[in-house]
């Protein structure tokens, strides 16, 4: 069933008009948070060798710049060719980053991520979620895609947002996957396995 893209739309720019309303202050402090929820949440769920795949927050988003300083894990970071096409480079001491498509930086790494790296999460950006684990990404779709394609690669799959980006419920479509946690800086959300 195709949802409407309207509906979609809409609750994007709520969610995002939300966002925006926080200062900059309430967003540094609510990143802390939701970092220190996710170094918690990681400690407890994955195994130390396994692969991050983490991405570079645009202004307004939970900043997790952090986690790119974390020696526990073997990182990676998204790198979008052609507004589409999506991998991901390891990020290691000393890596440089450039501006990418979107205009976000990106690792300048050569060493992509091929999956059965033992554990891999994955994070997951995202403009809207429900306690369902549905998101609404920028509406381009790189990371719905590219997860569609190498969900069973993937261990868990961790959004992070602001509480304000929640909304009761995203509509689904039948590529969309669902994500296992949300983590805020008010809670973190198990959702339902489907």
Request: charged fraction near 20%; proline fraction near 5%.
């Amino acid at each position: 069933m195709r949802s409407n893209p309207i509906n979609k739309q809409a609750l994007r720019a709520s969610a995002l008009a939300s966002r925006q309303q926080l200062s900059v202050v309430q967003r540094e402090e609510f990143s802390a948070t939701i970092m220190a929820r996710l170094q918690s949440h990681l400690s407890e769920q994955a195994e130390p060798s396994g692969a991050l795949l983490a991405y570079r927050a645009m202004p307004s988003e939970v900043n997790a710049d952090l986690l790119f300083e974390l020696p526990e894990f073997q990182l990676f970071a998204p790198v979008t060719h052609h507004h589409e096409h999506m991998e991901w480079r390891e990020v290691a001491a000393g890596t440089g980053w450039s501006h990418g498509v979107f205009g976000i930086l990106e690792p300048d790494s050569e060493r992509t991520w091929q999956g059965g790296d033992g554990i891999t999460t994955l994070l997951c950006p995202l403009s809207a979620f429900d306690r369902m684990g549905n998101r609404l990404g920028m509406g381009k779709g790189c990371f719905d895609f590219w997860l569609a394609s190498h969900r069973k690669d993937i261990y868990q799959v961790i959004g992070l947002a602001f509480a304000c980006q929640e909304v009761a419920e995203i509509p689904a479509e039948g590529h969309d996957v669902p994500m296992d946690f949300v983590i805020t800086e008010k809670e973190i959300i198990r959702c339902p396995k489907r």
